[in-house]
């Protein structure tokens, strides 16, 4: 079992900046890839970016790629998701989850395991 832990949530103006933090812990080693998924209220679970355990190979959705950077720390097994020029569509509940095995980064039934998720909220 590999259990997440999400932090650093909040309420932030626009224009401003979060970083979210996934703490991972239990079985680490099978831990193929992370990833940084969202959801506003009443919309479906969105892909928001991933990054490659071994060899931190990055991938972002479009619309956040600029705006938002994954990296990881190994050492601590945590990966952060740095969010720049916030916007108020940006306002969603913030989910970390792992993957242990290769398949599509963008696709939620490819991971195994699921943090609690954060709340980030960005006022106008």
């Known amino acids: 079992q590999v259990q997440l832990v999400e932090s650093g949530g909040g309420l932030v103006q626009a224009g401003g900046s979060l970083r979210l933090s996934c703490a991972a812990s239990g079985r680490t080693l099978r831990i193929y890839r992370m990833g940084w998924f969202r959801q506003a209220p009443g919309k479906e679970r969105e892909f928001v970016a991933a990054i490659r355990w071994s060899g931190g190979s990055t991938y972002y959705t479009d619309s956040m790629k600029g705006r938002f950077t994954i990296s990881r720390d190994e050492t601590k097994n945590t990966v952060y998701l740095q969010m720049n020029s916030l916007k108020p569509e940006d306002t969603a509940v913030y989910y970390c989850?792992?993957?242990?095995?290769?398949?599509?980064?963008?696709?939620?039934?490819?991971?195994?395991?699921w943090g609690q998720g954060t709340q980030v909220t960005v006022s106008s």
């Open positions: 989850a792992a993957a242990t095995y290769d398949d599509s980064v963008s696709y939620r039934g490819s991971y195994d395991y």
